[in-house]
């Protein structure tokens, strides 16, 4: 039986099947194609992206985007599970073209209120004030209407985020960027914006991300080179959690591109 096995996997039907089966339920790889995440994702670094942490999306053949199977449960996903938490990177389905892949960090689920002021993000967890309390202590909390905010709760664990100072009001027509009223995120739906903040096309412009575009998180940087075909071998075979670390207390050079991408 093993060897009847070992031939099928080695002939060209079971390797597509294998390849496939992978692709669909296991691990995608993605290119990162824009600076929107800067310096934490940057521009070139090629990674698999684990499929399987929030459910296993509807399968579809890759590059064509044909759906293989139906949508079971009306939700994207072939298997649901829990959804992204605060903080996790994410790749998902642009809202508005699906077939699209974008890369940003879930900075609100569901029941959250988010609010931006001069550039900052304010947070109020859906757990309520108590969990504030407990779980953002250090942090600089702001108390509006009864409710408690974290300002930039994402700042001090993931230093890839960051703010371009040279973007000012009266030097980009990006009111976005500056400033948002609260807005409640609907249930099941999270709010995304990049770590290069003040150049991110991200969910101040277009909106929230429903469940259903939810695709998977990055799970390793398998190969990266820069814009000049140079290979960054110190983010060959790297966790974002082990970049992080890295970039912990240390100056980082940002050379930012003009635009939102």
């Known amino acids: 039986m093993l060897k009847k096995l070992y031939n099928w996997s080695s002939s060209w039907t079971g390797t597509i099947v294998i390849v496939l089966s992978i692709i669909f339920f296991v691990a995608q790889a993605f290119v990162i194609p824009s600076g929107s995440m800067k310096n934490t994702l940057l521009i070139g670094d090629m990674l698999f992206v684990k499929k399987f942490t929030y459910g296993i999306p509807t399968p579809r053949i890759p590059w064509l985007e044909v759906k293989v199977l139906p949508d079971f449960n009306d939700n994207g996903h072939l298997i649901t599970g829990d959804g992204p938490s605060r903080g996790d990177i994410v790749v998902f389905r642009y809202p508005k073209e699906e077939t699209i892949h974008y890369v940003k960090r879930c900075v609100a689920v569901g029941g959250d209120i988010v609010a931006l002021q001069d550039k900052h993000l304010f947070l109020h967890p859906h757990e309520g004030n108590e969990f504030v309390k407990k779980n ?6 702001t108390e509006v209407d009864g409710k408690l905010f974290v300002m930039d709760p994402y700042k001090k664990d993931h230093p890839g985020v960051h703010n371009d100072p040279t973007i000012t009001r009266n030097a980009t027509p990006f009111r976005q960027l500056f400033d948002m009223n609260p807005i409640k995120i609907p249930e099941n739906e999270y709010f995304m914006m990049g770590d290069n903040r003040d150049h991110s096309n991200d969910s101040r412009f277009w909106g929230t991300v429903p469940y259903k575009y939810i695709v998977g998180t990055p799970w390793f940087i398998y190969f990266s080179w820069d814009k000049n075909y140079e290979v960054r071998w ?7 959690k082990s970049l992080e670390e890295e970039m912990e207390g240390k100056e980082l050079e940002i ?7």
């Open 255 to 261: 050379n930012h591109e003009k635009g939102i991408y």
């Open 136 to 141: 953002y202590e250090g942090y600089h909390v």
């Open 234 to 240: 110190d983010r060959v075979f790297r966790t974002v």
